[in-house]
C-alpha cells in the first residue's frame, strides 16, 4: 500500500481482555515505531524495531504490553490483561531514512491508528 | 524530559504570523515539528539538527538554538489548512531512534 496501515482502525474490548494491534508499514522500511495517544496529548514513544529486532523498548509501560516483529515487516502490538488506562490511539510509524551522520530518527511516516477503548 | 510547547493554544485570522515554541531541559540532538489534523496521523513538516540551523518550507520556517534548547516554529501569512495541532519532537542522544514529543499546540485559522 501507498501509506502505513493499522488494523483494527477501532476496537473496543472489556477490562482484562488480550488486544491485538497490527501495524503494516511502508514496503522497504526498515525501522518501525509504536506511539501511544491520549486525547489532548502529544504521541509517547512504546517501542522501536530496526529490522526483526526491538532495538529500544524502553518506552512499554509494563510486562502486560508486547510488540512483535517477526519478519522485518508487519508488527503486531499485543496487550494482555488490559486495562480502562491503556485507552488510546495507538499509532505506528516506519521510516526509511535516518536523519544526519550519526543516524538520528528520520522522517516518521505515520498510519491513522487504531483506537483502543477499554470498558 | 518531555519537551514545554508554549501556546498551549493559537487562534489567528488568515494572513496573520504565528510562533510557536518548543523547550527543554536536556541537550538535544535533533528536533522534529510535525502537524496532525483532528482525526487524522500525524504528517512531518521538518527536522532540525544540532548545528543551530534553520530550514524553511513553503511559508513554515524553524528555527534550532541548541545552546538554549529551544526550537521556534514560523507560520507566516497562515493559511486555512495550516489549522492543527503542532507537535515538536526532540531526541537527546544522537542515533537513539527515539523521539519524545511536547503536549502541542492548537492552531486555528479563521477566515
Known amino acids: 500500500g501507498a501509506g502505513v496501515s493499522q488494523t483494527p482502525s477501532n476496537k473496543v474490548t472489556e477490562k482484562g481482555k488480550y488486544v491485538e494491534l497490527r501495524c503494516d508499514p511502508i514496503?522497504?522500511?526498515?525501522?518501525l515505531y509504536w506511539y501511544r495517544q491520549s486525547l489532548g496529548q502529544g504521541p509517547e514513544f512504546l517501542i522501536y524495531f530496526q529490522g526483526t529486532g526491538a532495538a529500544d523498548d524502553s518506552g512499554l509501560p509494563n510486562d502486560r504490553f508486547f510488540a512483535v516483529r517477526p519478519e522485518g515487516s508487519v508488527s503486531t502490538l499485543k496487550i494482555q490483561r488490559t486495562e480502562r488506562g491503556d485507552s488510546a490511539v495507538y499509532l505506528c510509524a516506519s521510516s526509511l531514512a535516518l536523519a544526519g551522520p550519526r543516524g538520528g530518527t528520520g522522517e516518521l511516516f505515520f498510519g491513522e491508528g487504531s483506537r483502543l477503548t477499554v470498558l | 524530559q518531555q519537551p514545554v510547547q508554549s501556546p498551549q493554544a493559537v487562534i489567528l485570522r488568515e494572513g496573520e504570523d504565528a510562533v510557536i515554541n518548543c523547550s527543554s531541559s536536556k541537550a538535544l540532538y535533533s528536533v522534529h515539528w510535525y502537524r496532525q489534523k483532528h482525526g487524522e496521523a500525524p504528517v512531518f513538516l521538518m527536522i532540525l539538527l544540532k548545528g543551530g540551523e534553520q530550514k524553511g518550507h513553503d511559508k513554515i520556517s524553524a528555527s534550532f538554538n541548541e545552546k538554549k534548547q529551544q526550537s521556534s516554529l514560523y507560520l507566516t501569512a497562515s493559511q486555512l489548512s495550516y489549522s492543527g495541532t503542532y507537535f515538536c519532537g526532540t531526541e537527546i542522544i544522537q542515533g537513539a531512534q527515539k523521539l519524545v514529543f511536547g503536549q502541542g499546540t492548537r492552531l486555528t485559522i479563521n477566515p
Open positions: 514496503s522497504g522500511h526498515t525501522a
